[in-house]
């Protein structure tokens, strides 16, 4: 089917609640995608970062087509060896934990909320999240979301959080009260422009916690699974928190969410209290199993941090030769380039040269390419980059820009 049919059929049967760009795109392998008319796509947001391994990874692909020729789904009220072993292998590399399963990043955010105020009791119900964060669109997930622009026509909103500006642990510690149950942030904001805090401040928020009896939530969603050349962002910033959440890159492309929680809070999320009827299903358990296998057997996280390194050299340059880059962001293969004009026009000048980018916040380019990327792929993918952010810039009469 070509890209003009399917686009009729989305016209016709599919709520227009995404903006589309007008391409079908029918298959992929690693880190390239090809439309129904053939043309190849090199892809630096893969999946919106959910295909770490890069697309149809052989490891998983196989994984899930043994395991949906064996068992495709059963309800929670029984035990599977592959939710059990992915539960391990989780927790290993992990804190010292216990792993709720679900499908999706708010799903877990969720989870993650319940649980908070069920182990801290009625009477401490209040989240502090911090302003510019994403932590899902579910209702609960969304209250924790400190952007107003999600909330327009939702309210009124679920009560109990405190958003807090980003960076200020002044702030923090005057708005945790008799009522506080938990601090809720993103190691790394990832859809707020990937903004890196400081070691200090995440250490300053696990002092804040413990001395005041708080759970500390990590949301991990982006950060999670190898993405910053570590197992967990934690990890990156040596700041263990009590709550973890995962999902995106988790199953390296299907559809799976966690929650980790230590040893002394999980028990709170008591039977009949919280549930995921496809969580933890044995389809997504083999995807995930086999996600931690293949990082592992093809030493993924040291590869991530050389490919991060030469990331990084491009990054350099390009921010050299033109002086409308704000600022470059990266931690591991996470990566925001902060502009001084919109990056959409950049998005589209790159897919119109085969490369698949991202752009949050109006004006972050946003790439969170694959741990197993080619060498060649950063090459090629980068120079098509610096072409497009340097030809749009010298568009609009900008002053020094090295083409």
Not at 41 to 59: I, K, M, S, V
């Amino acid at each position: 089917m070509n890209s003009a049919k399917s686009q009729q059929l989305f016209e016709k049967y599919v709520i227009a609640n995404y903006k589309r760009y007008p391409v079908n795109l029918v298959r992929g392998s690693g880190s390239i995608v090809w439309d129904s008319e053939g043309r190849e796509y090199l892809d630096f947001f893969p999946g919106w970062g959910c295909n770490l391994l890069g697309h149809c990874q052989p490891r998983v692909v196989a994984a899930v087509q043994e395991q949906i020729a064996r068992l495709i789904h059963v309800p929670n009220t029984w035990h599977t060896t592959e939710q059990g072993v992915w539960a391990q292998l989780l927790v290993e590399r992990a804190f010292d934990s216990q792993a709720f399963f679900c499908n999706s990043g708010a799903e877990a955010n969720e989870a993650a909320i319940k649980l908070a105020r069920l182990h801290q009791g009625p009477e401490r119900y209040k989240i502090i999240t911090f302003q510019g964060g994403f932590h899902g669109r579910t209702m609960g997930a969304l209250a924790a979301t400190a952007q107003p622009k999600y909330h327009a026509g939702l309210g009124p909103m679920l009560a109990g959080f405190s958003y807090c500006p980003y960076g200020d642990l002044a702030e923090v510690e005057k708005r945790i009260d008799s009522a506080t149950a938990a601090i809720m942030i993103e190691p790394i904001m990832g859809e707020g422009g990937v903004r890196i805090p400081s070691r200090e401040y995440l250490q300053g928020l696990r002092q804040l916690a413990d001395s005041n009896d708080l759970l500390l939530i990590f949301d991990e969603v982006q950060t999670g699974c190898g993405r910053t050349g570590h197992w967990f962002g934690y990890q990156y910033f040596d700041v263990t928190p009590d709550i973890m959440t995962l999902a995106k890159s988790l199953c390296g492309g299907v559809a799976g969410g966690a929650m980790l929680a230590s040893r002394e809070v999980a028990p709170s999320l008591r039977p009949g209290m919280h549930a995921s009827t496809f969580g933890g299903n044995p389809i997504a358990a083999a995807a995930g199993i086999a996600m931690i296998e293949t990082i592992e057997q093809e030493g993924l996280l040291d590869q991530c941090a050389r490919s991060a390194q030469q990331f990084a050299e491009h990054l350099d340059e390009l921010q050299s030769a033109c002086d409308h880059i704000r600022e470059v962001r990266q931690a591991g293969l996470m990566i925001g380039i902060e502009l001084e004009f919109e990056g959409a026009p950049i998005v589209q000048k790159c897919l119109e040269q085969g490369l698949l980018i991202n752009c949050t916040q109006d004006n972050v380019l946003r790439l969170l390419p694959a741990m197993n990327i080619e060498a060649e792929q950063i090459r090629s993918g980068m120079e098509l980059l610096r072409q497009a952010v340097l030809d749009h810039a010298a568009s609009l009469g900008e002053t020094r820009v090295e083409v």
